[in-house]
């Protein structure tokens, strides 16, 4: 990947956040309640942090970035599926943008790719952990039931 991978998506940054702004409401209610600037702002760490994977390839890193972004996101009233959403959205805008306003290339195609690999990781991250959290929930009714 490198700095060239970095370059390009750094190229369509722009686009992908006035179209993760304009969409807000439809990846999640919440995020239509919020002014422009401050989900802009939370958007933009989201792609600042796409942006470095890209550069050093540390998946954890961005998993764990991932995992704190969303801890916040809950700590703010949005659902943990809500959460979710918004991370498959950013790549998918990301990808949508790229084969909008980029040539066919290798290029093009590597860096839609490494997007979407390291999204659809932190995602199963996340939903993972929603189904973790869910399946104690169940543990704790059943046994509350039981007694």
Do not use: C
Request: hydrophobic share 45%; no cysteine; charged share 25%.
């Amino acid at each position: 990947m490198g700095r060239a991978l970095a370059d390009t998506f750094e190229s369509l940054r722009g686009d992908v956040l006035d179209r993760l702004v304009g969409i807000r409401a439809s990846i999640d209610e919440a995020y239509a309640r919020i002014p422009d600037d401050v989900v802009r702002e939370q958007f933009d760490v989201v792609l600042g942090k796409i942006a470095g994977y890209l550069r050093n390839e540390n998946v954890e890193q961005y998993r764990s970035f991932v995992s704190r972004w969303a801890a916040m996101r809950e700590g703010e009233g949005f659902g943990a599926e809500n959460v979710i959403h918004s991370i498959v959205a950013v790549a998918d805008v990301v990808a949508r943008s790229a084969q909008r306003r980029l040539e066919p290339s290798p290029e093009r195609t590597a860096l839609i790719r490494a997007v979407m690999q390291v999204n659809a990781g932190a995602a199963r991250m996340l939903v993972d952990g929603l189904a973790n959290r869910l399946a104690h929930l169940s543990a704790q009714l059943k046994s509350g039931a039981a007694e």
